[in-house]
């Protein structure tokens, strides 16, 4: 839920891993406790979900993001992962209203190793709510 190693989720049923191509959700929840939140990821594809909760007290109020990063992996290449689109990407706020991401339009946002590009990120939809992320080199 924040910047950590890797995480080996056990509850992942060991005839339906997550593959290429499985639509998956997440999302965070606030408990209502400061800086307590649920996380739930459900793999649609398969039928399978986990949830954890964790208690973040520095995270109280902070920022939500949708990413596709690369994982620590001791400098091992990044995997040809193809194109990932992230859909309905948005933030419901204490008041119930959903709102869409922010738009980092005027952001170069790109994956990089030194000046080597590593993978691309898309401009928002034009609600706001969805972008996609593409390998470009390992």
Not at 43 to 65: I, K, M, R
Request: net charge negative; hydrophobic share 40%; charged share 10%.
């Amino acid at each position: 839920m924040v910047p950590s190693g890797p995480v080996v989720i056990d509850a992942v049923p060991e005839n339906a891993p997550v593959a290429a191509g499985d639509l998956m959700n997440a999302s965070v929840t606030s408990t209502g406790a400061p800086g307590t939140y649920i996380l739930t990821i459900t793999n649609e594809t398969w039928g399978w979900s986990y949830s954890t909760t964790q208690t973040l007290p520095s995270a109280a109020g902070a920022v939500a993001e949708c990413l596709e990063e690369r994982p620590d992996a001791a400098g091992l290449p990044l995997a040809d992962f193809g194109s990932v689109t992230f859909t309905n990407c948005e933030v419901t706020g204490d008041n119930g209203m959903a709102t869409p991401i922010w738009d980092h339009a005027n952001y170069a946002l790109t994956m990089t190793n030194g000046n080597l590009v590593r993978a691309n990120v898309s401009p928002l939809s034009d609600d706001g709510t969805q972008f996609t992320v593409t390998y470009v080199s390992g």
